[in-house]
């Protein structure tokens, strides 16, 4: 069973950076699954933040995040990243990583089978 291991939150001021990183074990196939980040600020629902390919030629963003936020996958490490700059307020939320084997990039939740325990952001103003 598949595992995602996530840290690198944290609190920080408002134009700053942070760098999250996700970690799977327990499967052989990490560089086959489709990697994403999500969030979930506190009574909004789960929102899909970015998402990149398993070879990591493509990548997806939300529109609040493009230009500040980069996704990237290190296969032989089995470790996905989501850089974050020029970090905003509304920001603000739980960061979770996530893994389908469903090809193509996915923004639905519903379809990530793997998702890690979280880590907050908060982005102070």
């Known amino acids: 069973q598949a595992q995602l291991v996530e840290s690198g939150g944290g609190l920080v001021q408002a134009g700053g950076s942070l760098r999250l990183s996700c970690t799977m074990s327990g499967h052989n196939a990490f560089s086959r699954f489709v990697k994403a980040w999500f969030r979930q600020a506190p009574g909004k629902d789960r929102e899909f933040v970015a998402g990149?390919?398993?070879?990591?030629?493509?990548?997806t963003y939300t529109d609040s995040v493009k230009g500040r936020f980069t996704i990237s996958r290190d296969n032989a490490k089995n470790t996905q990243y989501l850089q974050m700059n020029s970090l905003k307020p509304e920001d603000t939320a739980v960061y979770y990583c996530?893994?389908?084997?469903?090809?193509?990039?996915?923004?639905?939740?519903?379809?990530?089978?793997?998702w890690g325990q979280g880590t907050q952001v908060t982005v102070s103003s």
């Open positions: 990149i390919s398993w070879t990591g030629n493509t990548v």
């Open positions: 996530a893994a389908t084997l469903v090809d193509g990039i996915r923004n639905n939740p519903n379809e990530y089978n793997y």
